[in-house]
């Protein structure tokens, strides 16, 4: 019998576009509830009703519509907004929380992405969040250029996702920044950060997920 050994548990994940982070999301999140264990599954950009509007700004339009400060700062604003209304209450009732994204996309995407200084991210986070952080976060590590493919063969079915493509249409030097960048924030945050192989199977990614959190999260009793 799989058992909570100390809930509720902050879970992120993370990685550049096309990488297969609200698959696993919606898969771990099934796995959770096939064992009765209570969270929610929430997104960044986004997640809260006034942050979703923030999101509309962010996802779609040019990719130069916004300097790179203004950005940051609609991201924050954004994620402010989803820890008070949503995050933060579910942790405080006992909820797990599955986040597509949270503070490591802005590090990788804003910082080693855009240039923004890792201090000014590091100041504004402690502003925001209020000493929430994730448990746990998995990056999903993939070649951009393979990701970038994979979010165009998948906007041909799915109009919400054709629409949302501002990242998408970044320069290939700016997504191959954001890897190096992710990467570099799984090596020095080893104890809450682990790097999947994106280009594996669905499945053989979802196995070693799943067993890291059994490990992590949950315990085995008979």
Not at 142 to 166: A, C, F, M, W, Y
Not at 179 to 204: H, M, W, Y
């Amino acid at each position: 019998m799989i058992e909570n050994k100390s809930p509720p548990f902050f879970i992120t994940f993370e990685g550049g576009e096309g990488v297969g982070k609200s698959t696993q999301v919606n898969r771990l999140s099934k796995f959770l509830s096939e064992r009765s264990i209570d969270h929610i599954v929430t997104r960044e950009p986004g997640g809260s009703k006034s942050a979703e509007i923030i999101r509309d700004l962010l996802v779609n339009g040019e990719p130069d519509q916004w300097d790179s400060e203004t950005e940051l700062l609609l991201h924050f604003a954004a994620r402010r907004d989803h820890l008070a209304r949503k995050i933060t209450p579910a942790l405080d009732d006992g909820l797990w929380v599955l986040c597509d994204r949270f503070v490591d996309s802005t590090y990788a995407y804003q910082g080693y992405g855009y240039g923004i200084s890792p201090n000014l991210i590091d100041n504004i986070y402690k502003f925001v969040a209020d000493e929430v952080f994730p448990d746990l976060t998995f990056i999903l590590d993939l070649n951009p250029e393979e990701g970038i493919q994979r979010t165009k063969k998948r906007s041909l079915s799915n109009k919400e996702v054709l629409s949302e493509d501002r990242y998408e249409r970044m320069e290939i030097e700016f997504h191959k920044r954001i890897r190096k960048g992710f990467k570099e924030i799984a090596f020095t945050n080893r104890e809450r950060c682990v790097l999947v192989d994106a280009s594996l199977g669905e499945q053989e990614i979802y196995n070693n997920i799943v067993s890291i959190v059994i490990a992590r999260c949950l315990e085995i009793t008979t």
